[in-house]
């Protein structure tokens, strides 16, 4: 009965750590020339899906996904560069279309601003630890019936505890 139980779980394991890659690219959609489907991959792999937003275009299922996907495909028949086609998704989809926006002044407050709530919150997190630690040193140091090193032992003692 054991046994069963760990086979199952190891299964279980195997199937959850097994990397699955569903792209969403169709057959028709795949371009003739490889090189250039690999540089239409590389730029729908960067592009958000604006409908699913936390998807690439490449793994969404979303019409708007695979219309984009044409759209890149066709680009990249023209003869644009990359930077033109990104340029050109920009222009008409805003910053937000790309996976890794370009560090503009629209975009600095996306680049840095969690950077300053890890700050702020790491100073309430020191200051609140702080102020703990000084009444539980006032506690337990402070008492009336106890000398200096009794309170000492006491503290010493509760601390290994927790």
Known sequence: MLKRYIVLLLA?????????NSYSVEPDEILKN?????????ISK????????????????AELAKDLRILIR???????SDKEIYNFLTERYGDFILLKPALKINTFA???LPILFLIIG????????KKSKIS???TYFFLPNFNLINSVLYFIKNITKE
């Open 136 to 138: 539980y040193l006032k």
């Open 122 to 129: 790491t100073f309430f997190i020191v200051r609140h630890n």
């Open 74 to 80: 066709n680009k990249v028949e023209e003869g644009l």
């Open 34 to 42: 490889e090189k250039h489907e690999l540089r239409a991959r590389s």
């Open 12 to 20: 279980i394991l195997l199937i959850q750590i097994t990397p699955i």
């Open 110 to 112: 996306l680049w840095f």
């Open 46 to 61: 960067n592009v958000r899906c604006m409908i699913c937003q936390n998807q690439s275009i490449d793994e969404s299922n």
